[in-house]
Structures are given as structure tokens and as C-alpha cells.
């Protein structure tokens, strides 16, 4: 069975530093995507970055990175330069199997500090 | 502008009154799905549909229902909506299988 662990519930950063959002997956499909959203506190889902089990080089997208280790299971996100405006939930996502179904985990609550 | 409309945004209602939540993508979307989202769980898929009149059950679709009689419109069905169904709902849409999800605004359910 497909598994999203989001093992961080909540983070501190302070503006302008870099922080590292943790994500681990389970899969037994040899092709599967990965996926990274934000929510802010308005409610509405944000797509941020994306990465295919078959790409062989981390996505990158602005300030948002995705660090890839297909070996140990890991989709770490990582933003670079926090701005205020990042404090939001974030969850990590995965589509995989017969049925393409889009699986989430708990989220990490990130908290952006002055 | 492409999105994913659903309506309401809000809604409070009493147990067992039959309500329906609507959701319409403008993209063309082959693939559409409900979750369902709780303080501590993430969100949970309820329903999806890969096409027109083909539907599927999520992890959780006990109390739900959905249809897909037209492409661009996937509504979710609460037949007798209970305490337990208070949630955050979003529907989105996607293109195929390694492509992102478009979500929907949200709808804000409470049943009391």
C-alpha cells in the first residue's frame, strides 16, 4: 500500500533562512510522482513542485526545492530564503498505482519568524 | 481562466438532510476527486472518477456519493449527512497520472 509520513508537525524558521520540510513515502509501483502543496491560512490548496520517480535530477522551482533520494524513500522539500509569507501547512503528496490516486500525508505546520 | 468552481463555500446544515456539493472544472480534466480534510489526518480521499461515468471509491467513501455524467462536473452527494461528516471538503482535477492536482476553494461543512 502507498504511504505519505510527514514526521514534523509543526516548524519554526526564521526569515530569510532556509528550512528543510521532511517527507518519507512507500510504494511498491516503479513509476510514481511526488508532489508538494501549500496551504494557507485562507484554506485554498497550492500546488508548489512536482518531481517523476523517473527524473533523474532534483526539481527546482523559484525557491522551492525538492530533494530527491529515490534509494531512502525521501522527498524533502526545501525552501530557501523564508519570507513571512511562507508560514502556511504544507503536505507532501504522492500519485502512484492502477488507479493514479493522489495520497497525502498529515502536513507540517510552518511558522515563519521576524 | 482555468479552475476548479465549487459551491458552496460554506454551508451549515441539520443531520440527515440531504445536501449536494458542486464541483466544475473549465480544463478538460480526465481525472477528478473529492477529499475530505481533518485537523491531524491530512487530507483523505473520498471518491474519484477517471472519465465520464466511471467512478471509483476513495480510502473513506462510507456516506458519500458521487456521479459523472459530464466531464467538466463531479458533485458529491451526502444522502443523510451526519455529525461525523464536519469537515473541509475539496474537490480537484488533473490532467493525467504525473501532473498537478487543481483544487478547488474548499467547502466548509459543518453538520450539527
Known amino acids: 500500500a502507498q504511504k505519505i509520513t510527514q514526521t514534523q508537525p509543526g516548524m519554526f524558521v526564521q526569515e530569510k533562512e532556509a528550512v528543510t520540510l521532511d517527507c518519507t513515502y512507500d510504494t511498491s509501483d516503479p513509476s510514481y510522482g511526488l508532489f508538494w502543496y501549500k496551504q494557507p491560512s485562507s484554506g485554498e490548496m497550492i500546488f508548489l513542485i512536482y518531481q517523476g520517480s523517473y527524473d533523474q535530477q532534483n526539481a527546482t522551482e523559484g525557491r522551492y526545492s525538492l530533494n530527491f533520494q529515490k534509494a531512502r524513500k525521501s522527498a524533502n522539500l526545501v525552501i530557501s530564503a523564508s519570507q513571512l509569507g511562507d508560514s502556511a501547512m504544507y503536505f507532501c503528496?504522492?500519485?502512484?498505482?492502477?488507479?493514479?490516486?493522489?495520497?497525502f500525508g498529515t502536513g507540517t505546520l510552518l511558522a515563519v519568524q521576524p | 481562466e482555468a479552475q476548479v468552481t465549487q459551491n458552496p463555500r460554506y454551508l451549515i446544515t441539520v443531520t440527515g438532510k440531504k445536501l449536494t456539493v458542486t464541483c466544475s472544472q473549465n480544463m478538460n480534466h480526465e481525472y477528478m476527486s473529492w477529499y475530505r480534510q481533518d485537523p491531524g489526518l491530512g487530507l483523505r480521499q473520498i471518491y474519484y472518477s477517471m472519465n465520464v461515468e466511471v467512478t471509483d471509491k476513495g480510502d473513506v467513501p462510507e456516506g458519500y456519493k458521487v456521479s459523472r455524467k459530464e466531464k467538466r462536473n463531479f458533485p458529491l452527494i451526502l444522502e443523510s449527512p451526519s455529525p461525523n461528516q464536519t469537515s473541509l471538503y475539496f474537490c480537484a482535477s488533473s490532467k493525467g497520472a504525473n501532473t498537478e492536482a487543481f483544487f478547488g476553494q474548499g467547502t466548509r461543512l459543518t453538520v450539527v
Open positions: 503528496a504522492m500519485r502512484g498505482g492502477l488507479a493514479n490516486k493522489l495520497i
